[in-house]
């Protein structure tokens, strides 16, 4: 197995994936206790530094006193290139640019004491809801794509209150990520 990830996000409760319609063959559907908002992606930087930018993120958090953001997921678009997308992701709607805000005063501290680089990206408040297989076909993928146009998801709110140190799950069959260490917000 390759060197796990690590990176911070605010964790949702993720239940409403169980109701969405079914996805396509080729493609996979996050478990509801993997759904999250990536505040910032380290990488695969290790355990050390990722604990390291923990401590950054205790540090910002008494600096910043970040309130807890309501927000509300919008519409699904393709995330990575047109192509051959890496993921379908439901944009914010309520709550995009307070989110998008915060991420952009918090990513570079935690990116820098984790692994020195930066993201050049402008923040992207998104929610992954589903990854196309290693293996998945352009058929598949283009009913991937119809798939995500044919989803309300209008009615998922959410509160960002917290943040967490997230990492590979051990047992990657059903669970993507694990949760290593979570702060609240306020």
Not at 4 to 22: H, M, Q, R, S, Y
């Amino acid at each position: 197995m390759p060197r796990p990830n690590w990176f911070f996000a605010f964790p949702l409760d993720g239940a409403f994936v169980l109701t969405l319609p079914e996805l396509p063959p080729g493609l996979r559907r996050y478990h509801p206790e993997d759904v999250h908002l990536t505040l910032a992606f380290l990488g695969g930087c290790g355990e050390v530094a990722a604990l390291r930018a923990l401590a950054t993120l205790d540090e910002l958090l008494v600096a910043l006193k970040p309130k807890p953001i309501e927000v509300s997921l919008g519409a699904v678009e393709a995330m990575g290139s047109p192509r051959a997308y890496s993921a379908l992701s439901a944009l914010l709607d309520q709550g995009r640019h307070e989110t998008e805000a915060r991420i952009g005063e918090m990513r570079d501290a935690l990116t820098d004491s984790a692994n020195g680089r930066r993201d050049r990206r402008k923040p992207k408040a998104h929610v992954t809801l589903a990854r196309p297989r290693h293996r998945a076909t352009d058929a598949q993928r283009a009913a991937g794509l119809d798939w995500a146009r044919g989803l309300d998801l209008r009615g998922v709110h959410a509160t960002l209150d917290r943040v967490a140190l997230f990492t590979w799950h051990e047992q990657r069959g059903e669970r993507l990520f694990q949760p290593v260490a979570t702060r609240k917000l306020g």
